[in-house]
């Protein structure tokens, strides 16, 4: 019966897989119409100890594509050195030093929304080792004069200098393409990410200010689906973020990013039932099923780790080893249809090898992430250089 179960919930949990992925492959990006209206855009960038990037992502975001005295670039300094701050005033990106007992980036922003009197009509938030391309404020603000106000952009890697680099920015493309693509190519709300969001000025300030937590961007997505908004994935508006070199780093982040999960989870399991009864397929997908399914490597380490098991208990059972071997292969093959094609490379089978310490650091992050989610856990930031061979097509 156990067996039996477990199967149930791990067939359930490929089935979905395998139809976002296919999903994904009929995802219609929006075409940006000629400009005539320029809305007023604030470029948000909470930063904490990002003291090695923050100047060149402040230069960077000031060189976008977009009339000058239309969008400002508002870095909020925590915990900056003070050579660093200096710096950035010399640019021509606004300056708003915060300081926390216990820092979050949504106390950060939070504090910026409230701290800034200019009117603005749109509002990004950005994360400090982020370089927007340069068309992307004239895309979002096209979809925005289109009628679509919550906005995920493409987030691709930055950097791959590393196995776990190339890693970590596969991992980001496949959920691209499930969570995002996929979800908006069968009516449903994008996830986001975290970074390259776009809303309406008005509408975050006022979301924000319910939110602290370590996981805002559960959080958010959370709140913005409770009310009946939808998120727009647009696929091709990119935002260039430096992925994790190092498996240590990995760990770190995971950890979080499992706590945040579970958390969402627990928070509104009861309540998502009841909107799913009035209608709310969009708040039951993003807080109940894409948290109680498992991460696709978690997904991989336990249908590895029960096919091996239940085979050698049911030795004698042919039928119980085939159909254990099965939704594993058939969770892979859901896994390839979601791979961009230009992630298939040397590169990436040189970065497979890294995959058992991978599977070890996942492991301990699932163990280390009890409260995880209410710390803030500050990934290190060090490269300026975009990586060109993986872009998206």
């Given at each position: ?214 996981v805002e961007d559960k959080a958010l997505q959370v709140a913005l689906v409770e009310k009946g908004h939808k998120i727009t994935y647009q696929k091709g508006t990119l935002v260039f973020d430096e992925k994790v070199d190092s498996p240590e780093a990995y760990k770190n982040q995971r950890r979080r990013w499992i706590a945040g999960q579970y958390d969402t989870l627990s928070r509104n399991f009861i309540k998502s039932f009841k909107l799913l009864m009035n209608g709310n397929i969009n708040y039951f997908n993003i807080a109940v ?105």
């Amino acid at each position: 019966m156990i067996e039996l179960i477990l199967f149930t919930f791990f067939l359930l949990n490929t089935v979905y897989v395998f139809i976002l992925a296919l999903g994904g492959h009929f995802y219609k990006r929006i075409s940006p119409l000629n400009q005539q209206i320029f809305n007023r855009i604030a470029v948000f960038i909470p930063s904490y100890k990002e003291d090695s990037v923050i100047v060149h992502t402040a230069t960077e975001l000031l060189k976008v594509d977009y009339p000058e005295s239309q969008f400002d670039v508002i870095v909020i300094a925590d915990s900056l050195k003070p050579e660093t701050v200096e710096q950035l005033k010399k640019t021509k990106a606004i300056v708003i030093p915060v300081s926390f007992e216990k820092s979050m980036k949504s106390k950060s922003l939070n504090f910026a929304f409230n701290a800034v009197d200019q009117t603005y009509e749109i509002a990004i938030i950005a994360d400090a080792d982020n370089i927007l391309a340069r068309n992307f404020l004239t895309d979002i603000n096209s979809l925005y004069n289109q009628g679509y106000r919550i906005i995920q952009a493409q987030r691709v890697a930055k950097n791959l200098n590393t196995p776990m680099a190339v890693l970590d920015g596969l991992s980001e493309a496949i959920n691209n393409h499930l969570f995002r693509q996929g979800a908006n190519a069968l009516g449903l709300s994008s996830a986001l990410i975290g970074s390259g969001m776009a809303f309406p000025f008005t509408l975050i300030k006022a979301e924000f200010a319910n939110i602290d937590s370590a996981v805002e961007d559960k959080a958010l997505q959370v709140a913005l689906v409770e009310k009946g908004h939808k998120i727009t994935y647009q696929k091709g508006t990119l935002v260039f973020d430096e992925k994790v070199d190092s498996p240590e780093a990995y760990k770190n982040q995971r950890r979080r990013w499992i706590a945040g999960q579970y958390d969402t989870l627990s928070r509104n399991f009861i309540k998502s039932f009841k909107l799913l009864m009035n209608g709310n397929i969009n708040y039951f997908n993003i807080a109940v099923i894409q948290n109680i399914l498992p991460s696709r490597i978690n997904s991989i380490i336990v249908l590895v780790l029960f096919s091996t098991i239940f085979s050698l208990i049911y030795s004698q059972n042919p039928e119980v080893i085939v159909r254990w071997w099965g939704i594993t292969f058939f969770y892979f093959i859901s896994l390839a249809l979601a791979t961009p094609r230009h992630y298939y490379s040397k590169k990436l089978i040189k970065a497979l090898a890294l995959m058992p310490v991978v599977v070890i650091k996942t492991i301990q992050a699932i163990f280390l992430s009890r409260n995880a989610n209410k710390t803030f856990i500050h990934t290190e930031h060090k490269n300026n250089d975009i990586d060109h061979s993986y872009l998206s097509k």
